[in-house]
């Protein structure tokens, strides 16, 4: 990936100093200073061999004199795929696992408390291609695949709750493929699944030919560490698919994404959406996104007009945090695999919820009932027209 741009942070730290960094940091971050967490040197050292970034921040809360402090650390990783796409279905799966292994190794070793992956991070995002073979092999049981086998062990050993989002076949329903994100407890039980809500139909995103949209609403799951929810990718386009999660409960929710440069995947929304959502449902959000180029054996188009290509684009990585406050982390680089932490006081939520009363002047009554006028069939717009005298 040589020659691509490697993040904003980078841009902004080569070319700003002293009060200019610091004024920037405080007006696009929130923070002058971004809370940096020291790492174990250990994990420095096992991040540089295998060559991945590992960056850490504290998102710390007020005191309180009723409730003690909730800390949770929270870890995301970001990565390329591992073996050529032309390589055997299993030789490919098995490279990603081998070589995020040795991530979830560090962020174990570094008290992560739950840990979340890219969407479908154990495969190639090859629904680009609109074939079926052997893209579809890929699929696994969310509950007893060899995917969630090997994290459940990993998930105990490290007392960690991972959620892993997988390509799942649901054999009970017939063969089905669901886009599907498994939540596995520290004790190694799966919690649930929850299954993708929107399905995108924009450029090489080319899903729908694989899965149809999720049926498992907005499930919230109540970890040992706080209460969790997934809105998986393409869903981060959508407000109400993040408000749902909130009004569920979710204290923190993650947006496991393949998403790319250009116009489909939208760069410049991608610092925005997953913090809006953050702002406007006072819970912590994190982004994750795959990372590198992911070239396939066969070409396809999009008929958009554009030249038949091999590749989607650059998955750009960018991964980060933001409080419900608003405040946000530097993102990960967009071109390398990494790991990110931050350590989130959840107390926040309700501090911030107390403070600035979204949840309290959200009107649902109002909007339930305009939204059930909307559904109706003969529904007319509530335009205003001047009336001519
Ligand atoms: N994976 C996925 O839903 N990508 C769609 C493109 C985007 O909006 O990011």
Same mark, same amino acid.
């Given at each position: 990936?040589?020659?691509?741009?490697?993040?904003?942070?980078?841009?902004?730290?080569?070319?700003?100093?002293?009060?200019?960094?610091?004024?920037?940091?405080?007006?696009?971050?929130?923070?002058?200073?971004?809370?940096?967490?020291?790492?174990?040197?250990?994990?420095?050292?096992?991040?540089?061999?295998?060559?991945?970034?590992?960056?850490?921040?504290?998102?710390?809360?007020?005191?309180?004199?009723?409730?003690?402090?909730?800390?949770?650390?929270?870890?995301?990783?970001?990565?390329?795929?591992?073996?050529?796409?032309?390589?055997?279905?299993?030789?490919?799966?098995?490279?990603?696992?081998?070589?995020?292994?040795?991530?979830?190794?560090?962020?174990?070793?570094?008290?992560?408390?739950?840990?979340?992956?890219?969407?479908?991070?154990?495969?190639?995002?090859?629904?680009?291609?609109?074939?079926?073979?052997?893209?579809?092999?890929?699929?696994?049981?969310?509950?007893?695949?060899?995917?969630?086998?090997?994290?459940?062990?990993?998930?105990?050993?490290?007392?960690?709750?991972?959620?892993?989002?997988?390509?799942?076949?649901?054999?009970?329903?017939?063969?089905?493929?669901?886009?599907?994100?498994?939540?596995?407890?520290?004790?190694?039980?799966?919690?649930?699944?929850?299954?993708?809500?929107?399905?995108?139909?924009?450029?090489?995103?080319?899903?729908?030919?694989?899965?149809?949209?999720?049926?498992?609403?907005?499930?919230?799951?109540?970890?040992?560490?706080?209460?969790?929810?997934?809105?998986?990718?393409?869903?981060?386009?959508?407000?109400?698919?993040?408000?749902?999660? /909130?009004?569920? &409960?979710? +204290?923190?929710?993650? *947006?496991?994404? #393949?998403?790319? $440069? /250009?116009?489909? &995947?939208? +760069?410049?929304?991608? *610092?925005?959406? #997953?913090?809006? $959502?953050?702002?406007?449902?006072?819970?912590?959000?994190?982004?994750?996104?795959?990372?590198?180029?992911?070239?396939?054996?066969?070409?396809?188009?999009?008929?958009?007009?554009?030249?038949?290509?091999?590749?989607?684009?650059?998955?750009?990585?960018?991964?980060?945090?933001?409080?419900?406050?608003?405040?946000?982390?530097?993102?990960?680089?967009?071109?390398?695999?990494?790991?990110?932490?931050?350590?989130?006081?959840?107390?926040?939520?309700?501090?911030?919820?107390?403070?600035?009363?979204?949840?309290?002047?959200?009107?649902?009554?109002?909007?339930?009932?305009?939204?059930?006028?909307?559904?109706?069939?003969?529904?007319?717009?509530?335009?205003?027209?001047?009336?001519?005298?």
């Amino acid at each position: 990936m040589d020659g691509e741009t490697v993040s904003l942070e980078a841009i902004v730290n080569n070319n700003l100093s002293g009060r200019d960094l610091e004024e920037f940091n405080r007006i696009y971050y929130g923070r002058r200073d971004h809370h940096e967490v020291k790492l174990k040197d250990s994990s420095i050292a096992a991040a540089k061999d295998a060559d991945f970034e590992i960056a850490a921040y504290a998102f710390p809360a007020k005191k309180e004199h009723t409730r003690p402090p909730r800390i949770v650390k929270v870890g995301v990783i970001q990565h390329s795929i591992a073996a050529p796409t032309d390589r055997p279905v299993n030789e490919q799966k098995n490279a990603i696992l081998a070589k995020v292994k040795k991530i979830i190794d560090v962020a174990g070793q570094e008290g992560v408390n739950i840990l979340c992956f890219q969407e479908l991070w154990n495969m190639p995002f090859a629904f680009c291609t609109r074939e079926k073979q052997p893209w579809c092999e890929f699929a696994e049981s969310a509950e007893e695949g060899p995917t969630t086998r090997f994290l459940r062990e990993l998930a105990v050993k490290y007392a960690m709750v991972i959620v892993s989002s997988i390509l799942e076949r649901d054999e009970n329903h017939a063969d089905m493929l669901w886009n599907t994100t498994v939540v596995i407890s520290d004790t190694g039980n799966v919690i649930g699944k929850h299954r993708k809500n929107h399905i995108p139909r924009v450029g090489d995103f080319n899903e729908s030919n694989y899965y149809m949209e999720g049926n498992t609403g907005h499930p919230v799951f109540a970890t040992r560490y706080g209460k969790i929810a997934v809105n998986i990718c393409f869903g981060r386009h959508h407000v109400l698919n993040w408000m749902m999660f /909130g009004l569920n &409960g979710a +204290e923190i929710v993650f *947006n496991p994404s #393949a998403t790319v $440069a /250009g116009e489909a &995947g939208s +760069e410049y929304m991608w *610092n925005i959406e #997953a913090r809006n $959502a953050a702002i406007t449902n006072c819970y912590f959000t994190a982004a994750i996104n795959r990372v590198g180029y992911e070239e396939f054996p066969n070409e396809f188009t999009s008929a958009d007009g554009n030249p038949a290509h091999k590749d989607l684009g650059l998955f750009y990585g960018s991964s980060y945090f933001c409080g419900p406050d608003g405040v946000r982390c530097p993102g990960l680089s967009r071109t390398k695999d990494g790991l990110l932490i931050g350590v989130m006081d959840l107390n926040m939520n309700r501090q911030i919820r107390d403070r600035r009363c979204y949840y309290m002047t959200q009107r649902l009554d109002m909007y339930a009932e305009s939204l059930r006028k909307v559904l109706d069939l003969d529904y007319k717009p509530q335009v205003v027209h001047e009336i001519e005298k």
